[in-house]
């Protein structure tokens, strides 16, 4: 509820925690639960979650796969798109390659400070990118 503090009417937030819950059903068994005892891919849901209770336009993410084990990983990815597809932009910064260039409309590879290369989702046929970041 703490990220849907600015929302002053309670119809509002009680139906935005119920799409959240639907999003993130694990959260709604933990709901009872210290945020601190949560595992690392709850405290990334719970995080996620936080940043849409105010209904943002923009959600911006750093590294959202990071230190989740693969099945988690694919999980966050699946239910970013899900947020996009309802109308939240989403800004990522992600050093998983693959699967940040599989979700984007628009994807910038920066190098040193730099940004050295700029498409979508063609950038996974590119093949620097092949080789400096996806391991092929």
Do not use: W
């Amino acid at each position: 509820l703490v990220g849907g503090y600015i929302l002053k009417a309670k119809d509002e937030r009680d139906k935005l925690l119920e799409s959240v819950f639907i999003l993130f059903p694990r959260l709604k068994e933990r709901v009872s639960q210290s945020a601190e005892t949560l595992s690392g891919g709850e405290q990334q849901m719970l995080s996620i979650a936080r940043g849409l209770m105010s209904k943002p336009k923009l959600l911006l993410l750093d590294e959202p796969s990071l230190g989740l084990m693969p099945t988690l990983v694919d999980k966050t990815f699946e239910t970013l798109q899900e947020i996009n597809k309802h109308g939240t932009t989403i800004l990522l910064v992600e050093q998983n390659a693959y699967e940040a260039l599989q979700l984007c409309d628009k994807a910038y590879v920066i190098e040193n400070g730099g940004i050295v290369l700029q498409g979508g989702k063609d950038l996974l046929e590119n093949e620097h990118v092949k080789k400096s970041y996806l391991g092929l």
